[in-house]
């Protein structure tokens, strides 16, 4: 620890010392009390002073009176919990991704509970504080776990039409790259569309527009080869179709052998010969005028139907 980060330790260990001093007094009341200590906790958390953090919330008095002092310190405490990983706190070891993904869902909770209670600004303040524990899990294989994170983060300052811009688009454009994993693509270009509306400077215009180009060819293969695949099925009918006929043509030179064995035979024997259809032996057979059997004809008429 460095000379200034022991000068800022003492000064604030002096700080709660005066604070717990005056409510010991009776010069503070718990509301007052209470706020100051949350102030200095939050002071704790930006300059990873953990431990002077975590005796800010043991001194406090509870039962909280106020609602949304009980949610903004749901959102510390959560903050606190992932923070006390130290070196780890960026790890993606196993025992220290359980605690932030603990972290995550215990905020998310009461950010959940917050929206029906609390006021917009502690709103706000608990979508930040799930945002900055959500930020390490942006990784290709491991952002669609936390999915309901950044829906709730969009859902919760696009209902209150939050000032913080970037913020918004920034969790659009996380939120679209999680349903373009999971090829939820519709959903995914209209998040990248609300981040590119959102994007304030242009910061991550080129990403956005790459992305949304992406999708769209995506798109259009799928449309392609849905088309495709009509056309298969459609040939594949055909040809099934065929195959059926194929498998009826032998049956049917049995039958037709077995009722006029001559006048069949002679007929398949003019149709190989001469390739006619059925009106060109019709004529055939008046100009020879042999005198064949009426029920011959059945037979040998069916087949020709069959392989023309």
Not at 29 to 43: A, F, G, K, P, Y
Not at 111 to 120: D, M, P, R
Not at 210 to 239: E, G, P
Not at 286 to 305: E, R
């Given at each position: ?14 700080i ?31 300059h ?112 209150l ?59 259009n ?47 398949i ?7 006619m ?12 005028k ?7 004809l ?11």
């Amino acid at each position: 620890m460095s000379c200034e980060e022991i000068n800022l330790s003492d000064t604030i260990s002096s700080i709660l010392s005066k604070i717990v001093e005056g409510r010991n007094l009776g010069k503070l009341d718990s509301d007052t009390n209470n706020n100051l200590l949350l102030e200095v906790l939050i002071i704790n958390l930006q300059h990873r002073l953990f431990t002077l953090a975590q005796h800010c919330l043991d001194s406090m008095e509870r039962p909280f009176t106020d609602v949304d002092f009980e949610f903004r310190i749901k959102f510390a405490e959560a903050d606190l919990s992932v923070k006390k990983l130290g070196k780890d706190e960026q790890s993606f070891k196993k025992s220290a991704l359980n605690v932030r993904i603990k972290g995550i869902t215990t905020c998310q909770d009461a950010l959940v509970a917050s929206l029906k209670e609390c006021n917009s600004s502690t709103i706000q303040s608990g979508c930040i504080t799930l945002w900055n524990l959500c930020l390490p899990m942006l990784q290709p294989n491991l952002r669609n776990q936390i999915d309901d994170s950044l829906k709730l983060i969009a859902t919760a300052l696009e209902d209150l039409q939050s000032m913080l811009v970037l913020l918004r688009c920034q969790v659009h454009v996380e939120l679209a790259k999680c349903y373009k994993d999971q090829e939820r693509l519709i959903e995914a270009l209209e998040n990248f569309s609300k981040a590119l509306n959102l994007d304030p400077n242009g910061q991550y215009k080129e990403t956005i527009i790459y992305n949304m180009k992406c999708i769209d060819l995506k798109t259009n293969l799928y449309k392609n080869q849905n088309q495709l695949r009509k056309r298969l099925d459609f040939f594949w009918s055909k040809q099934a179709a065929r195959n059926a006929k194929a498998k009826l043509q032998p049956l049917l030179l049995k039958v037709g052998e077995y009722l006029a064995p001559n006048t069949f035979n002679w007929g398949i024997k003019e149709l190989s010969e001469n390739s006619m259809n059925c009106s060109s032996f019709i004529v055939l057979r008046d100009k020879n005028k042999k005198k064949k059997k009426y029920s011959a004809l059945i037979p040998l008429l069916l087949l020709m139907l069959i392989l023309s």
